[in-house]
């Protein structure tokens, strides 16, 4: 969990403090989980996606495409979101981690799907 948020803040500081709050002795168990795909949802796809534009997604996409992990992800459309979200899915279909991910830089999302998305 504490993953998570370091991810969703890159705050360190924040991310310690979750630690010696509220992870087990025995480490954050959220950091083993993986997931077998994972899709990228935006409003206005076509248009973020776009060769000319750059944008953190059009970057993402760009630099990682060649990355194992990418061919178990989608891009979707979806029109009634505001902003951005990663969704993980596991094994069982209705195993699903979402995420916002407005203002995230690439790197961050290719270290999450990188992490958690299982690649045999």
């Not at 403090?17 to 796809?45: F, K, M, W």
């Not at 990682?64 to 990418?70: A, C, I, R, T």
């Not at 279909?93 to 995420?99: E, F, G, I, N, R």
């Amino acid at each position: 969990m504490c993953s998570t948020l370091f991810l969703m803040t890159q705050n360190t500081e924040l991310r310690q403090e979750c630690e010696r709050c509220c992870t087990a002795a025995e480490g954050d168990a959220a950091d083993d989980v993986t997931y077998v795909s994972g899709r990228i949802e935006l409003r206005n796809i076509a248009h973020v996606m776009e060769s000319w534009e750059v944008n953190s997604l059009t970057i993402f996409k760009r630099k990682y495409k060649s990355e194992p992990y990418f061919k178990h992800l989608s891009f979707v459309e979806k029109s009634s979101l505001l902003f951005p979200q990663v969704v993980l899915v596991g094994s069982d279909p209705q195993d699903v981690l979402t995420l916002q991910i407005a203002g995230w830089p690439p790197e961050t999302i290719h270290d999450l799907f990188r992490k958690k998305i299982q690649v045999k």
